[in-house]
């Protein structure tokens, strides 16, 4: 078998002089501090300079890597084919979404179909353009998601472990309806595994008929105190999951185990939270009218508003405002999962406004935020856990300060234009909401976009409006000191625009 890159790297570095070896680590090193990527990389003073380039190494293979689409979606259309791309019944798909709108609009019939991801193997979903219907809630989690549950779950604790020595005492999983439908309950899933629980399924019918609780001699770790915060949507379908979980968390209460293995026999009180009764969303982007520590308060309380509701056993429903608070101000913490390969945090708002909006409320009520991550469990047999800050710093990086990814925009005109600008209403979200974006970031991406004269030029002549946005979005940051920036280009560029082009809603 041939030898891969990195083996010939490490091959390479073998045969160079030791002095000269060293020289070329601190010149990297060196480099990578100029441009951000020391921070972005997660290097430190104690490292040496050849710890510092294997890290270096990782976080740039890490953005090498990441899939940028080219161009938006057009509805009913195929994507042209690729040479690497898994064979999917486009064409079929574009006809039968054409075929369904104009039948819907119409008032006829559309035929019903699975709810589901071809990523995780659900060919039965396609073709696409039918009438979704969910999928049989006492069968989530599946046997597949399961397994995937205890993968994220693992890297999970593992990534914990060696950023602060020890494992999390309590975690918060944000778990989303859609999500669910698409992995049949993964990231559920990766909960009961923190907990030590196993699900059982009934061997006929493959729906879940119980669980067992792992002994900790098996599971080899501490039980972890696991808080959910569901969607509106995840409460609507997936009704009977909060009442398992709470069933789960009071079989844990009851073992003979000592406290510090399992944290269920102290904590009481319910741990699935959401909004009201009929009630979705978080309400935090509605709150950010403009940077101020002011709105960053405000956030943080609509997100406790939105969210102060107990699901499952005897609090189903029912408002539970003090035990969310409690659960949140001990939170170590905060885990989002992302399972969708051709979509990223900054690619729409509710990614900031559950992740940064959680930020903002444990800030609120205990005046630091706990560690935030964001999963990544698009690649099946590799999930990787990375810190929001780190997932942050490689989507800026691989997709939206890339000249691909931008090209791709600008041949849809307006809309383009209008993505362009999103991306960085995103940024600066996370930025004021949960300091996970750098002032190099911000530098990225103005470099790309308003610095670049072509890319400029098409935003002022396709959206007008956006333009005035994105001109008025970073003069915001600079003002509230989320960007600081030593171009003054940028500075004089930016201060050029209208005094009415847009706010920060």
Not at 62 to 86: C, M, N, S, W, Y
Not at 155 to 165: E, W
């Given at each position: 078998?041939?030898?891969?890159?990195?083996?010939?790297?490490?091959?390479?570095?073998?045969?160079?002089?030791?002095?000269?070896?060293?020289?070329?680590?601190?010149?990297?090193?060196?480099?990578?501090r100029e441009s951000g990527l020391?921070?972005?990389?997660?290097?430190?003073?104690?490292?040496?300079?050849?710890?510092?380039?294997?890290?270096?190494?990782?976080?740039?293979?890490?953005?090498?890597?990441?899939?940028?689409?080219?161009?938006?979606?057009?509805?009913?259309?195929?994507?042209?084919?690729?040479?690497?791309?898994?064979?999917?019944?486009?064409?079929?798909?574009?006809?039968?979404?054409?075929?369904?709108?104009?039948?819907?609009?119409?008032?006829?019939?559309?035929?019903?179909?699975?709810?589901?991801?071809?990523?995780?193997?659900?060919?039965?979903?396609?073709?696409?353009?039918?009438?979704?219907?969910?999928?049989?809630?006492?069968?989530?989690?599946?046997?597949?998601?399961?397994?995937?549950?205890?993968?994220?779950?693992?890297?999970?604790?593992?990534?914990?472990?060696?950023?602060?020595?020890?494992?999390?005492?309590?975690?918060?999983?944000?778990?989303?309806?859609?999500?669910?439908?698409?992995?049949?309950?993964?990231?559920?899933?990766?909960?009961?595994?923190?907990?030590?629980?196993?699900?059982?399924?009934?061997?006929?019918?493959?729906?879940?008929?119980?669980?067992?609780?792992?002994?900790?001699?098996?599971l080899g770790r501490p039980r972890?105190?696991?808080?959910?915060?569901?969607?509106?949507?995840?409460?609507?379908?997936?009704?009977?999951?909060?009442?398992?979980?709470?069933?789960?968390?009071?079989?844990?209460?009851?073992?003979?185990?000592?406290?510090?293995?399992?944290?269920?026999?102290?904590?009481?009180?319910?741990?699935?939270?959401?909004?009201?009764?009929?009630?979705?969303?978080?309400?935090?982007?509605?709150?950010?009218?403009?940077?101020?520590?002011?709105?960053?308060?405000?956030?943080?309380?609509?997100?406790?508003?939105?969210?102060?509701?107990?699901?499952?056993?005897?609090?189903?429903?029912?408002?539970?405002?003090?035990?969310?608070?409690?659960?949140?101000?001990?939170?170590?913490?905060?885990?989002?999962?992302?399972?969708?390969?051709?979509?990223?945090?900054?690619?729409?708002?509710?990614?900031?406004?559950?992740?940064?909006?959680?930020?903002?409320?444990?800030?609120?009520?205990?005046?630091?935020?706990?560690?935030?991550?964001?999963?990544?469990?698009?690649?099946?047999?590799?999930?990787?856990?990375?810190?929001?800050?780190?997932?942050?710093?490689?989507?800026?990086?691989?997709?939206?300060?890339?000249?691909?990814?931008?090209?791709?925009?600008?041949?849809?005109?307006?809309?383009?234009?209008?993505?362009?600008?999103?991306?960085?209403?995103?940024?600066?979200?996370?930025?004021?909401?949960?300091?996970?974006?750098?002032?190099?970031?911000?530098?990225?991406?103005?470099?790309?976009?308003?610095?670049?004269?072509?890319?400029?030029?098409?935003?002022?002549?396709?959206?007008?409006?956006?333009?005035?946005?994105?001109?008025?979005?970073?003069?915001?940051?600079?003002?509230?000191?989320?960007?600081?920036?030593?171009?003054?280009?940028?500075?004089?560029?930016?201060?050029?625009?209208?005094?009415?082009?847009?706010?920060?809603?």
């Amino acid at each position: 078998m041939a030898a891969g890159p990195r083996a010939h790297l490490l091959a390479g570095r073998r045969k160079l002089d030791p002095r000269r070896r060293e020289r070329l680590a601190r010149a990297i090193v060196d480099a990578a501090r100029e441009s951000g990527l020391d921070r972005d990389s997660g290097l430190s003073d104690a490292m040496t300079p050849r710890e510092a380039v294997v890290r270096l190494d990782s976080f740039v293979c890490d953005v090498k890597t990441t899939l940028v689409a080219d161009g938006l979606h057009i509805f009913g259309r195929a994507p042209p084919p690729t040479e690497d791309q898994v064979a999917m019944p486009f064409e079929a798909c574009a006809a039968g979404e054409r075929a369904a709108l104009l039948a819907a609009l119409d008032g006829k019939h559309v035929a019903p179909g699975p709810a589901g991801s071809p990523w995780r193997g659900r060919r039965d979903v396609l073709p696409t353009g039918r009438n979704l219907f969910t999928i049989d809630c006492r069968a989530v989690p599946s046997r597949n998601a399961a397994e995937q549950g205890e993968r994220l779950a693992d890297a999970l604790l593992t990534r914990h472990l060696q950023d602060h020595g020890d494992y999390p005492r309590h975690v918060m999983l944000d778990l989303w309806g859609s999500a669910t439908m698409r992995t049949a309950g993964e990231e559920f899933a990766m909960a009961l595994h923190m907990m030590g629980i196993a699900p059982v399924w009934d061997s006929t019918s493959d729906r879940v008929a119980g669980f067992d609780v792992i002994a900790l001699a098996v599971l080899g770790r501490p039980r972890i105190d696991v808080t959910l915060r569901i969607s509106g949507l995840f409460r609507d379908v997936f009704s009977t999951l909060p009442v398992m979980f709470e069933q789960a968390a009071a079989a844990l209460a009851a073992r003979d185990e000592p406290d510090a293995e399992n944290p269920y026999r102290a904590a009481t009180g319910p741990r699935v939270f959401g909004p009201a009764p009929g009630d979705y969303g978080v309400g935090v982007i509605e709150a950010v009218t403009e940077f101020t520590p002011a709105t960053a308060e405000d956030a943080g309380e609509a997100w406790l508003a939105a969210s102060a509701f107990a699901y499952g056993g005897t609090h189903d429903g029912m408002a539970a405002r003090p035990a969310l608070e409690q659960r949140t101000a001990a939170t170590d913490a905060f885990v989002h999962t992302q399972d969708l390969p051709e979509r990223d945090l900054l690619a729409a708002p509710d990614y900031a406004a559950h992740e940064a909006g959680f930020a903002a409320a444990a800030r609120r009520l205990s005046g630091a935020a706990p560690t935030l991550y964001h999963a990544d469990s698009a690649t099946l047999d590799a999930p990787r856990m990375r810190t929001l800050a780190e997932e942050i710093a490689r989507v800026v990086r691989g997709r939206a300060a890339n000249p691909r990814w931008l090209a791709g925009q600008m041949r849809h005109g307006f809309r383009g234009a209008a993505e362009i600008a999103s991306t960085l209403d995103q940024m600066a979200l996370f930025a004021h909401l949960a300091g996970a974006v750098e002032s190099h970031h911000f530098d990225l991406y103005y470099d790309a976009t308003l610095g670049d004269d072509a890319v400029r030029c098409f935003i002022e002549q396709a959206n007008p409006e956006a333009a005035a946005m994105m001109r008025r979005r970073f003069q915001q940051l600079l003002d509230a000191g989320h960007w600081v920036t030593r171009r003054n280009s940028a500075i004089e560029r930016i201060a050029m625009a209208p005094a009415d082009a847009g706010t920060a809603s």
